[in-house]
């Protein structure tokens, strides 16, 4: 699976968008972005995925660059209830459970 | 309710203690997986079940011992636990170990070696 950098922190003020960028530089071409967050002391939760094309869910939007080497997901309107670590995933749609979880991204939203 | 339940949530044992922990899904998957959180580490996987045959070991020790009866329990036995095995035992789930499906997770076992 291609290797994702995320920033190690964020903070966002309630109500406004929460962009969290990832960059997946060494993506391969049959890889997807996943991404799952994890509110603290509990399992993680999945929010999105996409090949290419941007894609929207109820929980958040999905920007991927047209080289694909980078996306961004977006929180549209942050709320207390969405601090957590966020994690970008790549890999082949195949073997959900060999996702590499790295470090991910802190978010803290304040009011 | 991510239709992935673990218990107990915390669990306390001493390190000559034997314990299990338990894991239920009511998705209808197939695969089931163990996770280890350690704080301040990543998640690693453990164990993988497809259609309750184990499909990957990640070199984890034997005083862990994973049992799948049927495609919807799992079970991590425990036995003889050292103190760094202190961490957030994870659940998941999904349809299949091949499939492109997304994870299901519970809300883990936090678990104390003392």
């Known amino acids: 699976d291609a290797k994702t950098t995320q920033p190690t922190s964020m903070d966002c003020a309630e109500g406004r968008a929460a962009n969290l960028p990832c960059n997946h530089s060494?993506?391969?071409?049959?890889?997807?972005v996943y991404w799952y967050r994890q509110i603290h002391s509990q399992g993680p939760q999945y929010i999105i995925h996409g090949l290419k094309n941007n894609e929207t869910n109820e929980m958040a939007s999905l920007i991927i660059t047209e080289d694909r080497k980078s996306s961004t997901l977006i929180l549209p309107h942050a709320t207390l209830r969405d601090t957590a670590v966020y994690y970008c995933i790549v890999r082949v749609h195949t073997n959900a459970g060999k996702s590499t979880f790295g470090d991910g991204t802190t978010l803290t939203v304040k009011p | 309710e991510t239709g992935v339940t673990q218990t107990p949530r915390h669990l306390v044992m001493g390190m000559t203690n034997k314990k299990s922990l338990k894991c239920e899904q009511h998705?209808?998957?197939?695969?089931m997986y163990w996770y280890k959180q350690s704080a301040k580490k990543p998640l690693e996987l453990m164990f993988v079940?497809?259609?309750?045959?184990?499909?990957e070991n990640n070199s984890v020790p034997s005083r862990f011992s994973p049992e799948c009866p049927n495609s919807s329990h799992l079970f991590l036995h425990l036995h003889t636990l050292q103190p760094e095995d202190s961490a957030l035992y994870l659940c998941a789930s999904s349809q299949d170990d091949q499939g492109r499906e997304k994870l299901f997770f519970g809300s883990g076992t936090q678990l104390s070696v003392l």
């Open positions: 998705l209808g998957h197939n695969a």
């Open positions: 079940y497809n259609f309750k045959e184990q499909t």
């Open positions: 060494t993506i391969s071409g049959n890889e997807y």
